[in-house]
């Protein structure tokens, strides 16, 4: 027997960034990468932040790019294909037209710094925040949530998408099938409020 739901839409508000994607250890980590790793302990965060985007912008964009990439891909991307993607950056919508949409979520982010640092040079990234409240007669029916939260949920709001729509077209066999990784590539984070 299937499950019956009824999913309401709540919120749904474009975002150009996630709050708190950054934070002091990415931007030591991003400044290392740059060769300037001396006295980073004495910064207050807001300062490392700030040094960091000054920093990026004393590169060209894609000499910046390419460090933002090294540290978000390490090594699940090769050099030369990195070196290839950071010349596309500052023309491409990366977190929409890479193949993986594992990698979006990173590239989204790899964006949103490195538009800040250059003011505008790089595309803004466009994301989605949205929230549901998912109900059903039969409690027992949010099992399905706890395996994979992330693939029930695209499961379920693929059902209320057009067959023609593009998740649906791409991800048929998974949203079909048991094995849905890609699932974590389309829902960025999940956060799931207690049962009432």
Sequence with gaps: MQEKFNVEVVSFQKISEIENTWNTEDYKVLLSLMDLDEGLDSLEPSELKEMCLMSLNDFEPDEAAKFVLTYLFEDEITEGKIDQISRQMPEGHLWEEYSDCLFHKRFFDAYGLLREAFNGIFAQPMGVELTVN??????????????????ALVRLLSCGLDAGEIINRLYDEQIAGDQFEEAKGIIWDLTAMPLS
């Design 134 to 151: 998912i109900t059903s007669e039969n409690k027992d029916s949010f099992i399905v949530f706890k395996e994979s939260p992330h693939a």
